[in-house]
């Protein structure tokens, strides 16, 4: 009885957060709930599908009398069934748009049949070519399913292509017909494993077995459908998005313009591939496929871990609550950022990892061998497995450093494994004090720069004398951890070591900054302080802080880190689906975990007798290795957020200095004091698999290093959730029906909600004209940029020479993917950092005569530019009121000749002769 009532005060606990968290979501979003009242030809499609997936399973079930489908089914088919749901998405999208009044149908659907049988093809081409490569690379590494052959050789055949395009592009021999001769010498060199590949994609079988009504078959159905709207919605001839305009596609389009790679920025193990799109083929619409196709391996890879490492219930609910949500379907299809196919590599280095891990306890046997020559053997491939565990995580690190989050915790859990917990205690201490030294780790608010220094160097200190205890006390494992360690942390740097080099070269300065940056990707730097001023003697720059405080806020302190994970997932600070990773981790994940727990008669529900009797086996379970880790991480985490919580009452919309109560508060200290308590009885006793021990370490440690690391920018933390994911869908594949049954019904809320948001975000009639072949390259650029191709051609007509420099100052604007070789010709201030400087205590005409001395001839700025700063009275206002006040005194006078005025979206002026 007792274990009854408290399992149903848990439940009640556990749906009451839930609960409360996605009405938060929903009430700082108010633009959700009149979307969803509208009608959206996306939220029907998916009815339809999901109305059809239900109807065939009454048939089957009531019919055909059976609860079961099983069939096999080849890859060409899946691709054949794909093909037919982006077909029929794109019909309906036809004739709910309002343009199939304005082009014939057939003529329309043939046109999207071409786009994605081009497309398809492209895609298969790409990967067959880095398949054959990374075939050839790993060589006799076996792997019992195609998913991983498939995945692995891909992978690293990434991997050698931008090691080959690294070489002869600062060989500068990027040029259309040396990069064909290469792609088609290796296709011909390994041709019959080219042949080999495609005769498994048409014949090889693959099992499908699903009970009827079963979740997970809706959820690859949600998963699908998806993917289909997101291949759709990228048949387009430009990149849309800011970052991908800017960087992610434009310097891909650059690099094929100079033939080599270019020097400075960041994302060097992306760019190069992405690049291929327009080396071999011209075409900025494969180059977003390219991108996109990141996006489909990173959910391949964590169904992958999921099914080899849990269970075959594991993986597809972890990847279609991940993809799913609002920021990475964002980032593949409108704004192709790096951050899907970084999800990818994590994943494949967390795959080898594990497999790692589950080798380094179990050993598989060699039938009829010596022991010797088994133990050799098993020892080669498990250092096999760390050696590509190590190169994928370094080659991640190479498209975006926030992959740190994860590797670190990685290379700790190596210490822990082989030194205890004094060991991965030194290394998590080693870390803080390189953070501390590097000044990534934000404690502003916290402590001063003294502070910060003393603590650096205890630190250290630490670090070093709880490593020496460590070693003493593991003698006889201390070489084998020095060798796994060193290759883990050896290959990681190796595989970015020649880029750090390059860049090293290129920034003649070999500190660690220089090496990882290079030299300023934008090549133009002109003299913008001619009138005698240092930039140093200007005022301090603010434009770091209005750009990066619109997604993380603008408050600091111990109260902003701690707050992180709930302004986050409410989005407070910037509303959109760029910065939105939705509610579901936040809602269902706790409660999952607490109600899995009590579902199995919780220690205080077993009453306070069996509790202390239970900490025994608790406290010795904890006192292992990386499980001291897992369970301390956690726990740090929630105490932090219920002091927080408790010592400023937090009004989770108000400021965060107030001390309003307010009404859900009480409510929520009491589930975050009863998830506190659980995560730490799970953490230490509950957990026996230690491949879960070691993911809830990974995902929590990776999750605490973004907090402190990131100020939350939420992209940055895609390794936690990766983890995040694993776990959760661990937890529902375990826990009582109940609990599946609720945990179903969330996330299938949380997705189709998703999915709703996505369509008021990403419907553009200029896209689908495109792709109905409505409109033209031409017209789509003009619906879709408009004023952008005639800006562009005029800055083109007028290059860069030795006599007119011809520089344009750029505020804002997606016009750079437009200018051709536009990093030698646009200097950017989106912020206006710049020109306050330059601006300060000068006249008007000084400053015109700056800019026309240091070779300017236009400005570009985006009219909007303001809107990136909610406080009117803010510093970026400021410099927009001094700039426009500049403006418009210049053109008075006759100096500055306005060329195009488009209200709400940009100005374009031209600098005069004096």
């Not at 997101?230 to 990149?239: H, K, M």
């Not at 594990?354 to 080798?359: A, D, G, L, S, T």
């Not at 991640?396 to 082989?418: D, E, Q, R």
């Not at 929630?638 to 200095?657: C, D, V």
Request: charged share 15%; net charge positive.
């Amino acid at each position: 009885m007792q274990r009854k009532i408290f399992s149903v005060i848990f439940s009640l606990l556990a749906l009451s957060w839930a609960g409360y968290v996605i009405q938060q979501y929903f009430i700082s979003h108010p633009e959700h709930m009149a979307n969803l009242k509208e009608f959206k030809p996306t939220t029907s499609m998916l009815a339809m599908c999901v109305g059809l997936f239900f109807a065939l399973d009454l048939v089957q079930y009531f019919y055909r009398d059976k609860d079961e489908w099983k069939f096999n089914v080849t890859p060409l088919w899946v691709l054949v069934f794909f093909g037919a749901l982006v077909v029929w998405i794109s019909s309906y999208y036809l004739a709910k748009s309002g343009l199939a009044d304005k082009v014939d149908v057939f003529t329309a659907e043939l046109n999207v049949m071409f786009w994605f049988t081009a497309m398809t093809l492209g895609l298969l081409f790409f990967a067959t070519f880095f398949y054959v490569q990374g075939k050839a690379v790993l060589g006799k590494l076996a792997f019992d399913a195609m998913l991983e052959d498939s995945l692995f050789s891909i992978g690293t055949g990434m991997m050698t292509t931008v090691a080959g395009m690294f070489v002869v592009g600062h060989a500068q021999l990027l040029y259309t017909p040396v990069v064909w001769f290469a792609v088609i010498a290796v296709l011909v060199w390994r041709w019959r494993t080219a042949f080999a590949w495609w005769g498994r994609l048409v014949s090889h079988k693959i099992q499908i077995r699903s009970r009827v009504f079963s979740p997970r078959k809706y959820l690859f159905l949600f998963l699908t459908f998806v993917f289909a709207l997101n291949f759709f919605d990228l048949i387009r001839p430009i990149p849309l998005g800011w970052d991908d305009m800017g960087v992610y596609i434009n310097i891909p389009k650059l690099i094929s313009q100079y033939h080599f790679l270019l020097s400075g920025g960041r994302s060097f193990n992306y760019f190069p591939i992405i690049s291929l799109g327009f080396l071999l083929f011209d075409n900025a619409t494969i180059a977003l496929y390219l991108s996109y196709f990141g996006g489909v391996c990173a959910v391949l890879a964590i169904v992958a871990i999921g099914r080899r490492f849990f269970s075959d219930k594991v993986g597809i609910t972890a990847a279609t609550v991940l993809y799913l949500t609002p920021m990475l379907m964002w980032q593949s299809a409108t704004d192709m950022k790096t951050d899907p196919t970084l999800l990818f590599f994590l994943a494949l280095s967390v795959y080898c990892f594990f497999e790692w891990r589950e080798r380094v306890s179990k050993e598989a046997p060699l039938v009829g061998a010596t022991p010797d020559v088994e133990a050799t053997r098993a020892k080669k491939i498990e250092l096999e497995w760390l050696v590509l565990a190590s190169l994928f995580a370094g080659f991640s690190f190479g498209i975006k450093f926030s992959a740190t989050f994860l590797i670190f915790p990685m290379a700790v859990a190596i210490a822990g494994i082989y030194l205890g917990r004094t060991g991965a205690a030194a290394f998590f201490l080693a870390f803080i004090f390189v953070t501390l030294k590097s000044g990534t780790l934000r404690l502003d608010g916290i402590l001063d720069d003294a502070q910060i220094a003393t603590l650096s160097r205890y630190c250290a200190l630490l670090a070093v004398v709880i490593g020496a205890v460590a070693m003493a006390r593991a003698k006889s494992r201390v070489l084998e951890f020095g060798l796994r360690f060193g290759i883990f942390v050896g290959l990681s740097a190796l595989t970015f070591a020649p880029w750090a080099v390059s860049n090293g070269f290129q920034a003649k300065n070999f500190h660690l900054s220089a090496m990882l940056k290079g030299a300023n990707a934008n090549s133009l730097s002109p003299d913008l302080h001619t009138s005698g001023k240092t930039a140093e003697e200007c005022v301090s720059p603010t434009g770091l802080k209005e750009e990066a405080g619109r997604y993380a806020g603008y408050d600091s302190g111990l109260d902003k880190l701690i707050a992180l994970p709930w302004k986050d997932t409410m989005n407070t600070t910037t509303h959109g689906f760029w910065v939105d990773i939705g509610y579901t981790f936040l809602a269902i994940l706790p409660a999952l975990i607490g109600l899995a727990i009590w579902f199995r008669g919780g220690t205080i529900a077993a009453g306070p007798v069996v509790w202390i009797e239970r900490q025994k086996e608790a406290m010795a379970i904890w006192f292992r290795g990386e499980t001291i880790a897992a369970g301390a991480t956690v726990f740090v985490w929630f105490s932090f957020w219920i002091f927080w919580a408790l010592r400023i009452k937090l009004n989770p919309f108000g400021n965060l200095n107030s001390i309003s109560l307010s009404p859900g508060f009480a409510a929520e200290i009491g589930v975050m004091v009863a998830m506190l308590l659980a995560v730490y009885w799970y953490a230490s006793v509950k957990i026996r698999n230690p491949l879960l021990s070691l993911a809830v370490f990974l995902g929590s440690a990776s999750w605490v290093f973004w907090m402190l690391v990131s100020d939350g920018i939420i992209w940055y933390g895609i390794g936690g959730f990766l983890l995040f994911a694993l776990i959760m869908d661990y937890l529902i594949a375990n826990s009582p029906a109940p609990v599946r049954f609720v945990s179903w019904v969330l996330i299938f809320v949380s997705l189709t909600t998703f999915v709703a948001f996505r369509n008021q975000t990403f419907g553009n009639k200029s896209m689908t004209g495109f792709a109905f072949g409505l409109f033209d390259e031409a017209k789509t650029i003009e619906n879709l940029a408009p004023d952008y191709s005639s800006i562009a051609k005029e800055v083109n007509d007028h290059p860069e020479t030795l006599t007119e420099k011809n520089y344009v100052y750029r505020i804002g604007t997606f016009i750079s993917y437009f200018i051709v070789k536009n990093d030698r010709r646009l200097y950017d201030d989106q912020m206006l950092d710049n020109f306050s400087c330059m601006s300060a205590g000068e006249s008007d005409e000084e400053i015109y005569r700056i800019l026309k001395s240091a070779g300017f001839r236009y400005i570009i700025i985006d009219v909007n530019t303001g809107t990136l700063e909610k406080d009117p009275n803010g510093s970026l206002h400021k410099k927009l009121m001094r700039f426009s006040s500049w403006i418009e005194h210049m053109a008075f006078v006759g100096k500055i000749k306005i060329l195009k005025n488009s209200p709400g979206r940009i100005a374009f002026v031209e600098l005069v002769a004096p």
